[in-house]
């Protein structure tokens, strides 16, 4: 009997989750249908005691693994050496890679050829029109926002400033205080309990997205929900962050949402939203939101589209820069709209302010030799000062890890603490500044009282107005709208601005990390102008650029030296001042400040990328991948089937693997030799089971009896669903002794390559290309005609290494923009 079943050497590298990541099975042999068919007497014989025992064994030794990947950061710096889970808010979920190929099967085949040019002008305008609403409702949201944030903050600090000018100093703090602390705590209550996907900036996770990558409910209604209203709660709170980063995990889930393909339970189940079922077009969707969320933060449509450009999307060509192009511009027409129409006095508290636009033009830029070298310097400051922000900034969210793991209360408890502190800061550290007159040729009110303004009272008696207290006592907004304000040079004492860049730094580390809704830019950026004013200051009448160029300049260069963000952070700024003549300035201190950080660590998103354990794939491959071959990192065993398989041979596999794609093998009397035809995916599987298109014999179907049964929509993916299950097919006994002709959904031309290919080319290929698997295929025609598949997974540093730890002391390859 052991004579007429071939040998199959079973290896398992999968991890430990089975519920859909990207863990590749092969079996070195013609394929399981052959042996299981030769006698099916021995089917318990086969699978029971070789395979399920292999499994379990192999289940049982990654529990482990799991226990060890399931600590807090701190413990453990790496976090997910398989690549099949990450952490998503602050819990670990599986994750899977996004289908971006083009599946051409005979049913993708026979949907395109059957295609009306009506159809196709159909497509190409639904594509627009979805472009467009993406760009108006989040518009809508950008500006509703920036409505909620000045009204809300603004009555707070209203209602504080009242209190300080009647000297009830101690009920004004509490006040003030409790304010903040009921405001944060609601934040952190929604996020912990109702979307913990929504904590923190959201652009490392729509980077990941964009990169193959998707987690656990990132993009769901929820966290859209939690986006919102954690964002404008936390910022009215006082917290130092802002709003701008989660406006671009905002705008990606708006495109998200709307790029479900219909829905049959809101019974919208238009015929053309079904081309909108794959994950490639939701990925040109969610690009575009993304570059919405910027604009409609910054008011930056150009600088929204090469934020796209350069941060966040992976792939790019020229027909999504122009529907990019085109959705950012409805953004910007949509705030500007609406501006005018809150210029009347119509929007509460919400005036000219709030869209974050800093004024500069009347600013005169001119600068000398002198002013070259300051500016030199600025932007090693800024490089020095971003290395070690994202160090420290590292360190932390791995503590933080520690507490937030311990559930929702533990989340809700860390925010309201760092709330009070924030609090206490912003109340107590202005009574350290002494009081200024009021200049007489000021061209604001002198001292400002009850509003936001340059010269707030706090303390002061009449005619005199506290420094510190205009940038602590005022939103992020308002604040860095001083610190770039021009014809102000004597307004900030050194001592003031040294004391706020202290207290920001650091309250800009320990805020990004706690459980709601939070940006960088705005901490960056308030940091960087106000190491760049002080820097003006101390230059004086020796510089010929006002003090509020030098804060836009030290923006630029932080900015540079955190984000590392070049194009797109010079385009954004100045269309944030309208400044063009600081153009050359900004280029330079901006690539100064990006060269002297990169020799110290990565971004701050991309840190946090490797932190959460998200399978980022880089554009560039690792110098030691030059020496590998695709075989030497392939995960087996390979699980492969024949074009017409036995049910139960299906229903086993599926059962007892989450893996997401499966090579078929025709052999004898279906082929003259063994012979690789193609690729089926678990999804198409499942759908085609559950038609039960079975047949009692092993021959293959017509094809036109299939089509009449299947159309190419049936297999699009689910959106906000959660889609075919396997617990949801319902086979008999009898059926499961059937067959099944799979040759109408299998994938025929899937991307392949020689296993003596150089692992460094095969991760270019598969990452150029958006891939979900590539297939090794045998150098010697003799053997069998697939040698194994490579999936994300095999190409993660931990896994490589974890293969050949003699390599790690191969120099990594560090990114370069």
């Not at 026979?110 to 518009?139: C, F, H, N």
């Not at 300035?585 to 901006?590: A, P, Q, T, Y």
């Amino acid at each position: 009997m052991e004579s007429e079943v071939p040998h199959h050497d079973f290896r398992w590298d999968g991890g430990n989750d089975t519920r859909g990541a990207d863990i590749e099975i092969s079996l070195e042999g013609p394929g399981v249908s052959k042996s299981l068919e030769r006698n099916r007497s021995d089917h318990s014989e086969l699978h029971e005691p070789l395979v399920r025992k292999t499994v379990s064994m192999s289940l049982e030794r990654n529990r482990s693994d799991y226990s060890e990947l399931h600590v807090p950061l701190v413990r453990k710096r790496t976090l997910n050496t398989t690549s099949q889970i990450a952490i998503v808010g602050a819990n670990v979920y599986p994750i899977e890679s996004l289908d971006y190929e083009i599946v051409e099967n005979d049913l993708f085949k026979q949907d395109w050829r059957s295609r009306q040019k009506i159809q196709i002008v159909e497509y190409i305008v639904l594509k627009w029109t979805l472009a467009l609403l993406i760009g108006l409702l989040t518009g809508l949201v950008g500006f509703f926002n920036n409505l909620a944030v000045e009204n809300i903050a603004g009555f707070k600090l209203l209602l504080t400033s009242n209190l300080m000018f009647e000297h009830r100093y101690a009920l004004a703090f509490f006040t003030y205080a409790g304010c903040n602390m009921i405001l944060a705590g609601t934040a952190a209550a929604i996020c912990a309990y109702i979307a913990p996907a929504a904590a923190g900036s959201g652009i490392p996770e729509v980077k990941a997205y964009l990169n193959g990558v998707d987690a656990h409910s990132i993009l769901a209604p929820s966290t859209l929900f939690v986006k919102i209203f954690g964002s404008i709660l936390g910022v009215s709170a006082g917290f130092v962050l802002g709003k701008e980063g989660p406006m671009v995990h905002t705008g990606a889930c708006i495109a998200n949402l709307l790029g479900q393909g219909g829905s049959r339970k809101y019974h919208l189940t238009w015929r053309g939203l079904r081309y909108f079922k794959n994950d490639r077009d939701r990925r040109d969707l969610i690009t575009c939101g993304s570059a919405a969320g910027v604009a409609a933060a910054f008011r930056a449509p150009v600088g929204g589209v090469l934020f796209a450009l350069e941060e966040v999307a992976s792939w790019w060509r020229s027909a999504l820069l122009w529907r990019t192009f085109f959705t950012t511009a409805i953004v910007a027409l949509v705030l500007r709209g609406l501006i005018e129409y809150c210029r009347k006095g119509q929007c509460g508290l919400f005036g000219q302010g709030g869209l974050i636009m800093f004024d500069l033009s009347e600013s005169v830029a001119t600068y000398s030799m002198p002013d070259l070298i300051a500016i030199l310097v600025l932007g090693v400051v800024g490089g020095v000062f971003g290395g070690l922000f994202n160090f420290l900034l590292d360190k932390l969210l791995r503590t933080y890890s520690i507490i937030n793991e311990r559930g929702a209360p533990s989340k809700i408890l860390l925010t309201i603490t760092i709330s009070l502190l924030t609090s206490c800061c912003s109340f107590g550290l202005p009574w350290l500044a002494s009081c200024t007159k009021c200049p007489a040729d000021a061209v604001e009110e002198c001292p400002t009282v009850s509003r936001s303004g340059n010269y707030k009272n706090f303390q002061c008696p009449p005619g005199y107005y506290n420094d510190l207290a205009s940038l602590f006592f005022n939103t992020n907004d308002d604040a860095i709208r001083n610190l770039f304000s021009s014809g102000t040079e004597n307004e900030f004492h050194l001592s003031s601005l040294f004391i706020f860049f202290t207290a920001i730094y650091s309250l800009g580390i320990i805020t990004y990390g706690i459980a709601v809704p939070s940006g960088l830019f705005i901490p960056v950026i308030l940091a960087g102008a106000t190491y760049g004013r002080f820097v003006g200051t101390i230059l004086g009448t020796i510089t010929d650029l006002d003090p509020g160029l030098f804060a836009l300049l030290g923006a630029a260069s932080f900015l540079g030296g955190t984000m590392r963000m070049t194009v797109s952070v010079c385009v954004i700024l100045l269309e944030l001042t309208n400044k063009l003549l600081m153009l050359p300035l900004v280029m330079l201190v901006l690539l100064i400040s990006k060269t002297i950080a990169d020799g110290f660590n990565k971004g701050v998103y991309d840190q946090i990328v490797v932190m959460k354990g998200l399978p980022y794939m880089e554009a560039h491959a690792e110098p030691y991948m030059r020496h590998l071959a695709a075989r030497d990192v392939i995960s087996g065993p390979l699980i492969s089937f024949s074009g017409v398989e036995r049910v139960g041979n299906l229903i086993y596999a599926l059962r007892l693997t989450g893996h997401n794609g499966f090579p078929v093998v025709d052999e004898p009397p279906l082929s003259d030799t063994p012979e690789l035809i193609g690729l089926v995916l678990r999804s198409h599987l499942l759908v085609f089971l559950n038609g039960k298109r079975f047949t009692k014999d092993r021959v293959r179907q017509p094809r036109e009896n299939v089509l009449m049964n299947f159309g190419a929509s049936d297999f699009g993916k689910s959106g906000l669903g959660k889609g075919l299950k396997l617990e949801d097919l319902e086979i008999t006994d009898e059926e499961m002794e059937m067959y099944v002709d799979m040759h109408l959904i299998v994938n025929t031309s899937p991307y392949t390559v020689a296993e003596t290919l150089s692992l460094g080319k095969a991760h270019i290929l598969f990452r150029a290309l958006g891939l979900r698997h590539l297939c090794v295929v045998p150098k010697n025609p003799k053997g069998p005609p697939i040698v194994g598949i490579l999936t994300r997974h095999d190409f993660m540093p931990e896994h490589i290494l974890g293969l050949f730890p003699h390599l790690k002391s191969t120099k990594p390859l560090r990114a370069t923009t």
